[in-house]
C-alpha cells in the first residue's frame, strides 16, 4: 500500500475519532475510558477536577509500584519445597564395602621398608632424644636424602615472636633468626614448658627458603600426615595391577553373604581400586545386570555380609582405624568413602536401618543444577568408571585438573587424564609443597565451587546404626572354627575378634519420602496479581489496558502526522528561499527571449532592423538552444502549487 495512502487513512480514522491534537487525543481517552478517575476529571468543577487528577496520580503510582514488586518476585524465581509420602518396590541400594587399611603390610612391606625406618628412628630421637638411650649407631644408616625431600620438624615455641626450626636428624640447627638450638632433652618437665611442635616442614624445592610448615596440635597427627605424603610418593611410581594384586581380595575378605533368602558370595560384587581404601567391593551396583529390588522392610529381607578385615595386617603408620569402610549409593554412581562412609567396628554386628529420600530440583532458571553434568565446564575425569554425573566427582575432578596445570603432575587420589604421570619425589621434588599450597588456596575452591553444579535428581539414603558384640563369647568359638574352616580349609582357629565384622542392611520401612520443588510464582500467579492491583486501586480491567494501548497508537499517528506537515512545510521555506519574487509573467519571458539574441558588439542590445545578415554558408542560429526553460515552480507536477 502506498505510504501517503496509508496516512490518509489513518488521519481520516483520528478525524472520526479522538482528532487531530493531543489535548483533543486526552479529553476523548478521559471521557470514553472505562478506568475510573480520568472521567471526573473533566466532569467536575475547578476544585474536584484538582482532587480527583491527584488521587488518579496517586493511585496510579501505586498501580505502578506494586507491578514492579510482583514483576521483581516473578523474576526471582523463587521456589516451594513439598514433602510426599509413598510405598512402592524400591530398588535395593548399591553397598560398597572396604578395608580400612588399603593394603597388606606383608606385600607392600619391601616398598616401605626405608620410610618406616626413618619415621622410627625419627620417634625415638623425639621421645628419647639423648644419643645415649638412641639404637640408633646400632642400625644400617638412614635414607636421608629420602627424610630430607619432607623433613619433620620441631618448632620451639618458647619464643613466639622468633620460634626456632630444630631437625630431628642434625643435633644443631640455626634458624632464620640465627638462633643456635639442640633438640629437647627429656626431662620431667611440667606442661607450661613444654613448648614444642612437631611440623612438616614443605619447600617449592630441595635447599629452598621458599617453604611453608603444617603445624599440628599433636604429634601423631603431624606423622599420619608426613607418612601419607612420602607413601603417596613411593605408591604412586606401582602400577594398578601390582597396587591390586597388593590389597585385600575379595574371597579372603568376604566369608559370608545372604541377601533376604537368596544366598551369594564374593563372585557377586564387582571389584573397585579405591586410592584411599584399597580393594573395594560393590555389591548391587548395576553395571552388568538390572539391580536388586526389595519385597519387604526388615531385616530378614536385607543383605547380610561377614567380614574379615585382617587387622594383623594393617600398616601400622598409614592406618591408625580398624574396621570395614561402607557406604550406600545409587546404582552407577561413584562411591566416595571418605566423604559419605561410615566405619564398621571389629568383633561386632552392625544393624543399619535405611529410609530413602528422593530430591528432585528444578532446572535453570529456578536453581542451577544440571541433570547429567554435559552442562559442567569441568572434564569428569571419573567418566572412566562409566559412572555418572556427581558433583564429588567434579570437584575432585576440578581440583585435580588445577594441579595438573599448576603442579604439572597428578595427585595419586584422583583419577588422571590421559598423558599425565602422578606425583613423587623424584620426578617432581615441590608436589608436596605445591599440593599443600593449592589445597589451602581458598580462590582455587571457590572456583571449583562455581563450576561444579548439584544434580537436579538425587536419591539420599538415611541410616539408623546400631551395633553390638558379635560372636558372643558363648558362640565364637564353633563361630570361629566354622568361619576358618570355610575360607582356609583348616581345623585351626585362623580368625578372631579383632578381625571379624557382620553386616545387617536392610529398608527400616517400606516407603520412601519424595521433597520436590515447585515454581513459587508462575506467569497465571503473576497475571492474576497485576490485574488484582490494577482493579483494586483504579477499578481497571485488561479492556482499559487495551484503551490505553489505543490511546498510544493514536498518539503515535498524531505524531507521524504532524512530522509530515512539518517535514512539507520545511520543503516550502526552502523553495520561497530560492525564489523570493514573484513568478515572471508570459510577456516578460517573450521579451527576455527576444533581446537575447541580438546585442552590440560591446554587449548592448541592437534593434531588429539592424541585425546584419548571416554570412553565405552559415547554419541558422539554433534558437531552441536560447529558449528560457520554465520554472519548476509552474510545473503541474511540482509539490509547490499557485493557490
Known sequence: ???????????????????????????????????????????????????????????????????????????????????????????????????????????????????????????????????????????????????????????????????IILD???????????????LPAPANTTSEEKK?????????????????????????????????LQSTSILSKVPLQERIRMGYQAEDMILACLYGAEPCNYKNFTQIYHPDHGNCYIFNWGMDEEALNSSNPGAEFGLKLILDISQQDYIPYLSSAAGARLMLHQQKSFPFLKDQGIYAMAGTETSIGVLVDELERMGYPYSDCTMNGSDVPVKNLYSQYNTSYSIQACLRSCFQNHMIDICGCGHYMFPLPEGVNYCNNEDNPGWAYCYSSLRSSIRHRQICID??????????????????????????????????????????????????????????????????????????????????QFGFWMGGSVLCLIEFGEIIIDSLWITVINMISWCKGLKQRRVQARYPDAPPTVSELVEAHTNLGFQHEDGGALPRDEALPPEPGTPPPNYDSLRVQPLDVLSPDSDTETE
Open 451 to 532: 563450576s561444579c553444579k548439584e544434580t537436579c535428581n538425587d536419591t539420599q539414603y538415611k541410616m539408623t546404626i546400631s551395633m553390638a558384640d558379635w560372636p558372643s563369647e558363648a558362640s565364637e568359638d564353633w563361630i570361629f572354627h566354622i568361619l576358618s574352616y570355610e575360607r582356609d580349609m583348616s581345623t585351626n582357629v585362623t580368625l578372631d575378634r579383632n578381625g571379624i565384622i557382620k553386616l545387617n542392611i536392610y529398608f527400616q520401612e517400606y516407603n520412601y519420602r519424595t521433597i520436590s520443588e515447585s515454581a513459587a510464582t508462575t506467569i497465571v500467579w503473576l497475571l492474576s496479581s497485576l490485574g488484582g
Open 196 to 228: 614444642y611442635k612437631l611440623a612438616v616442614k614443605l619447600c617449592s624445592h630441595q635447599g629452598s627458603n621458599n617453604c611453608t610448615y603444617r603445624n599440628f596440635t599433636s604429634a601423631a597427627q603431624a606423622v599420619t600426615e608426613w607418612y601419607i
Open 1 to 163: 500500500m502506498n505510504l501517503k495512502k496509508y496516512f490518509i487513512r489513518a488521519l481520516h480514522r483520528l478525524q472520526k475519532g479522538p482528532g487531530y491534537t493531543y489535548k483533543e487525543l486526552l479529553v476523548w481517552y478521559c471521557d470514553n475510558t472505562n478506568t475510573h478517575g480520568p472521567k471526573r476529571i473533566i466532569k467536575e468543577g475547578p476544585k474536584k477536577k484538582l482532587i480527583w487528577f491527584f488521587l488518579t496520580l496517586l493511585f496510579a503510582s501505586l498501580v505502578f509500584w506494586q507491578w514492579g514488586i510482583l514483576i521483581n518476585t516473578y523474576l526471582s524465581y523463587n521456589v516451594t519445597s513439598s514433602l510426599s509420602i509413598g510405598f512402592k518396590t524400591m530398588k535395593f541400594p548399591a553397598v560398597t564395602v572396604c578395608n580400612a587399611n588399603p593394603f597388606k603390610y606383608s606385600e607392600v612391606k619391601h616398598l616401605l621398608k626405608e620410610l618406616d625406618r626413618l619415621i622410627e628412628a625419627a620417634l625415638e630421637r623425639i621421645l628419647q632424644p639423648t644419643s645415649g638411650n638412641s639404637s640408633e649407631n646400632a642400625s644400617p644408616p638412614l635414607d636421608l636424602q629420602l627424610w630430607h625431600q619432607i623433613p619433620l620438624v620441631l618448632i620451639d615455641e618458647h619464643d613466639k615472636d622468633n620460634p
Open 168 to 182: 630431628i636428624f642434625e643435633s644443631n640447627q640455626t634458624t632464620a633468626g640465627n638462633q643456635t638450638a639442640s
